[in-house]
């Protein structure tokens, strides 16, 4: 049964309503355009995969927070696992070549570092991931011949902004802290076999989004993060 007051709170409540109503469909309807949610691009990276042990987790955590990454593959571990290459890609990752057994490539004779890239960019074509665009040295290590042959076979070098120290021991804070202070464009060092950077994952997500920054792709033009183009 209603009193007299409720019936004349009714206005005001149902006008309420209405713009919680109207706010909603706003909220909504912009959720589909990153572009107006996203400030900034930072580029996530993840290093060492493809693996049956940790490639299928790292893609659901991601999925789960609609963060898309960057994964540098080795050549064998593409080979070795193209099921996993195919998941990345189908995932919407972006895939990159990291080498093909993940030498100190300055070490190495220019045909060997030939060999290096040239079969990596095969296995993980071969494996349906693409002909990467992108290139990283393992360990960061460089210099001209490296660059030079990287060069050849179309790919931009990307070494990074900032090292998580996830390959280091660095704890799941620590993690989180490193991406808490990228910057627009920045791109950061992770792998895909630490534990502690799995379990980064949402908190990761969380940090970036409490800062307008969104997950983006690594330009071959330019080398820093930048809105997903595909
Ligand atoms: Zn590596």
Redesign the pocket.
Known sequence: MRTARQLALRPAVTAAVAALALAATLIVGAAPSHAATCSAYVGLTF??GPSDAHTPALLAALGRYGLRATMFNEGQYAAAYPAQVRSEAAAGMWIGD?SYT?PHLTRLSQARIDSEISRTQQAIAAAGGGTPKLFRP?YGETDGTVQGVAAKYGLRQVIWDADSQDWNGASTDAIVQAVSRLTDGQVILLHEWPPNTLAAIPRIAQTLAGRGLCAGMISAQTGHATAPSG
């Open positions: 290093d060492d990291h993940h393992p």
